[in-house]
């Protein structure tokens, strides 16, 4: 496919997304019809879809149109390509601009050059004061991609000469000591021996960054009580000599391929259906907006209402209370997101603390995208 037939295909799927088709929906149906599209042609016209799901409404402004046609054009003029060069209307290329389309266009405004709709404009300002515009607009960029190196089996300059030596070139982040920055090679990491053989994991600089946090030792009695695909629950037991964590989730199911990633990494983890007995350590990394990782799944920024909020918040509350009588006396309730609103995180924490007089606070910290990684938010309470 010529880079202008990319373009046209990434139109026609942004219209199905618009019409509300999820954006992995709408690409591997196209994908399925369009067997010439090679991997390149596909990772391309993924790429345009994802950069205008994070610049949804300023590419619409830019291009003059509320349409998948009009989001490309605004795409190409943010880039500060002539558009000319690829609405030729030649082979499978979008149509020539019309007159109209050629004198339309106009820079965003409001919470629209934020690339946020307007009552999530509203919240970031109220909620992040002077980081709002920084952060809304780092939102707006496409995401690192960094690794964990796992401790339990390699240090870091062995990962990154066995990452380097199949060509994956890796720097050291601020953000933790186990976290490394891919700069070259992003895509060959998943079938890398480094990777299949659980030297290194993929996760973001921040949430690597939130289990370092922990008051974590060898020997103690830790609960993943989210534990989704266990991310955490690896980070944690590398932490501690290699575990073991004791691993749940509501839905099972999310924690599948958990055995098989323990077991790679040299780790210990119990899976268990319904946790009972005291822990000294309980992690809830609850659901959340996932607003602090708009930058991977930007779709999230359009899909998700002011009701969706409420609920999360109701479900965020029973879940801390919920997971705070597995704590033993002198334990750890750790609470945490991947979210900037502060109505998931710091009101939560206040709420708690406010209705349960045995804690007491240790920890507090709010990760933004601007520091590198995704948006987090972490927290403790030591039960008195
Ligand atoms: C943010 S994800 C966890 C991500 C994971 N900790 C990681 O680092 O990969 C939140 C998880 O909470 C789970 N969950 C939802 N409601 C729950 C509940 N009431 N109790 C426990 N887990 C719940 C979801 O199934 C989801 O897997």
Redesign the pocket.
Known sequence: MTPAARLQAAAEIIDRIEGGIPAEKALTNWARNSRYAGSKDRRAVRDHVFDCLRMWRSTAALGGAETGRGRVLGLLRSADIDPDTMFTGQGHAPGPLSDDEQAGGRDADGYAAWDLPDWLGQRFSDGLGEKAESTAMSLRHRAEVYLRVNTLKADLATAQAELSAEGILTEAHALSPTALRVTEGARQVARSQAYLTGLVELQDAA?QSVVDMLPLQAGMRVL??????????LAMAARMDGGPVTA????VG?MSDLPARAERAAAKVDIVDSPTGQFDLVLC????SGSGAWRRSPEGKWRFGPEDLEALIG?QS??IN?AKSLVSPGGFLAYA??SVLPAENTHQSARFLQANSGWEQQVERQFLPEDGGDGFYVTFFKRK
């Open positions: 949430s993943d009580y989210c534990a989704g695909g266990g991310g955490k629950t749940h989730d509501a839905n999310r990394d609850v659901p959340c479900l029973e879940i919920n997101t991947c």
